[in-house]
C-alpha cells in the first residue's frame, strides 16, 4: 500500500516552506489546517480522559468571557486542546543528510526571491546612466544644460517625490512619464548594510524567528548531526541575522546553540531563568523612564542631569543598521523597555480587570511620577508590550495566559520539545503574540510519527 511508503518526517520538514506564504491573506487559515492535519493524523497520541475534560472546561469558560474571538484566541483555543492528548516523546530522526542539504537549498531559493527591505525610504542605492538620461531629454525636446552644470543638475533632481500624498521613495531623475521607476535611466541596488529585510512586508523580528526556526528544525531533524551540519546552521543563522539584523533573532541563534549543548537544563531552572528575565526587563524599563528628562519621548529620549543611570544613548540612524543588534541604547530600545514598564503598571494597578480577556478599553489612564519629577502617563493605547507574555496577558487576560504557560512547560517533560522550544521561548520576550503560531508547528517536530490515516482508511473501508 502506498500509504505505508510515506516518510511522514519527509512531509513534516517540506511542509515548513508554507511559512514563506506568511503574510498572504489567509495564510493563518491555511496554517491551521495543516498543523491540525500533521498532528491529529501523523502523530502517535492517545486521549487523557483527565486532561480533555478539564481543557474542555477551561476552553467553555474562555470562549464564554471573550467577546469575540481572533486568530490568537483561536490558536489558544487549538493548543489548549491539543495538549489534553498524551504525545510520546520523538527518540530518532530519519532525515538523511542529503535530503537535509535539499531542503536547504530549496529554502535559500525561496528566500532569495522573497526577501525584500523592511524599509523602503533608504533601501537602496541609485545610479544614474547619463547617456540614456541624456538621450531621454533630446526626445522629450528638453533644453540640455552645460556639462559642467549636469552633475549639479542631476543632484537637484535626486529628490524623493511625492504624487498625490503617497512617497515613491524614487529619485524623480529616474521615473518616467507615467511616474515609474525607469531601468533604463536608473540602476538601483539594496543597501544590505543600513537595510533590514522582510518576507511579504511582515514585521521583520517575526520573519527571523521564523527563517531561524526553519533552519533549527531542519538542521534538529537530520538523522545524524556532525561538525559540517552545525556549521552550516550557524552560517545560515548569521546569514538571517545580517538580513533582518533582529535581535529577537540574535537571541534565537545563540539560545538554540546553548540548549543544543547543555540540553540537561531542567524545568525548574528554565522557568526560574524565564521568571527572572521578565522581572530583569521590567526592572529595566523602569530605569529608563526615571532617567531621562521627559518618559513621553521615549523615541528620543535625553537622559536628565538628576535620573537614576546616566545612559549612553546611540543613535538609531546613520551608522551601519548591522550595528543594531549589539546597541542596547537606541531609541528602539528605551522605547521597547519603557513599554514593559508601561504593561507593569497596568497590571498592579488593574489587577481585577486584566485576570480576563478583553480587558484593553476598560484599562484606565495611569499617571506615575517619575524620579525626576515628571509625569509617565499610560492610556489604554499605550498597551502594547512588544513581549509574548505580556502580550498574552493583554489578548486572553492573565488566567488564561498563565494556564497556557502550565501547558507549556509541562510539556517540557519531553526532552525534544525541550530543546526545540526553548530558543522560541527566550526569544519570545522580544517578540510578541505571534510566538504562538509557531509553537503547534515546533510539537510535530519534538514527537514520534504514526500514520493514523492507515487506520481511519481501514475503519471506512470495513
Request: charged residues 15%.
Amino acid at each position: 500500500m502506498l500509504l505505508r511508503n510515506i516518510n511522514i518526517e519527509h512531509f513534516f520538514l517540506f511542509s515548513l516552506i508554507i511559512w514563506f506564504f506568511v503574510g498572504y491573506s489567509g495564510f493563518l487559515n491555511i496554517l491551521l489546517i495543516l498543523q491540525f492535519v500533521l498532528i491529529f493524523f501523523f502523530l502517535d497520541f492517545k486521549i487523557n480522559y483527565v486532561k480533555f475534560i478539564i481543557n474542555l472546561v477551561i476552553i467553555g469558560l474562555f470562549i464564554f468571557l471573550s467577546g469575540n474571538l481572533d486568530a490568537i484566541k483561536i490558536y489558544f483555543i487549538f493548543l489548549v486542546f491539543i495538549f489534553s492528548f498524551d504525545f510520546k516523546n520523538k527518540i530518532k530522526n530519519n532525515i538523511k543528510k542529503g535530503e537535509y542539504y535539499l531542503f536547504i537549498v530549496l529554502f535559500l531559493s525561496i528566500f532569495f526571491f522573497k526577501h525584500s527591505p523592511h524599509t523602503i525610504a533608504y533601501a537602496t542605492k541609485y545610479k544614474l546612466n547619463i547617456e540614456n538620461f541624456i538621450e531621454n531629454k533630446k526626445k522629450n525636446h528638453v533644453e540640455l544644460i552645460s556639462e559642467e552644470d549636469l552633475e549639479s543638475y542631476i543632484d537637484e533632481l535626486k529628490k524623493t517625490e511625492t504624487i498625490h500624498g503617497s512617497s515613491l521613495f524614487s529619485p524623480v531623475v529616474c521615473l518616467n512619464n507615467d511616474h515609474l521607476f525607469d531601468k533604463n535611466l536608473c540602476s538601483k541596488n539594496y543597501n544590505y548594510l543600513q537595510n533590514r529585510f522582510t518576507i511579504n512586508g511582515v514585521d521583520v523580528n517575526f520573519v527571523s524567528i521564523i527563517l531561524l526556526s526553519l533552519l533549527y528544525l531542519s538542521f534538529f531533524s537530520a538523522n545524524s548531526k556532525n561538525k559540517f551540519l552545525l556549521a552550516t546552521y550557524i552560517i545560515l543563522g548569521i546569514a538571517v541575522l545580517f538580513l533582518t539584523k533582529s535581535r529577537a533573532g540574535l537571541i534565537f541563534l545563540l539560545m538554540s546553540l546553548i540548549i543544543l549543548f547543555f540540553n540537561n537544563l531542567n524545568l525548574k531552572k528554565i522557568l526560574l531563568i524565564f521568571i527572572l528575565l521578565h522581572i530583569t526587563i521590567i526592572f529595566v524599563g523602569y530605569v529608563m523612564v526615571n532617567s531621562v528628562s521627559d518618559p513621553m519621548m521615549m523615541s528620543d529620549p535625553k537622559i536628565s542631569d538628576n535620573g537614576l543611570i546616566n545612559f549612553p544613548i546611540a543613535k538609531s540612524h546613520g551608522g551601519i543598521e548591522l550595528f543594531r543588534l549589539f546597541t542596547a541604547f537606541d531609541s528602539s530600545n528605551f522605547i521597547r523597555f519603557s513599554s514593559f514598564f508601561q504593561a507593569f503598571l497596568i497590571y498592579i494597578n488593574e489587577l481585577n480587570i486584566i485576570l480576563f480577556p478583553d480587558h484593553t478599553n476598560l484599562v484606565s489612564e495611569i499617571n506615575y511620577k517619575t524620579y525626576v519629577g515628571e509625569n509617565f502617563i499610560i492610556k489604554s493605547a499605550d498597551y502594547d508590550p512588544h513581549n509574548f507574555t505580556m502580550g498574552m496577558i493583554k489578548e486572553l487576560g492573565l488566567l488564561a495566559t498563565i494556564y497556557l504557560y502550565i501547558l507549556l512547560f509541562n510539556f517540557l517533560k519531553h526532552s525534544c520539545f525541550k530543546v526545540l522550544i526553548f530558543p522560541l521561548l527566550f526569544s519570545s520576550i522580544f517578540l510578541g503574540t505571534v510566538t504562538i503560531y509557531i509553537i503547534p508547528t515546533i510539537l510535530i517536530f519534538s514527537c514520534i510519527p504514526k500514520n493514523n490515516f492507515i487506520n481511519i482508511v481501514k475503519k471506512l473501508k470495513t
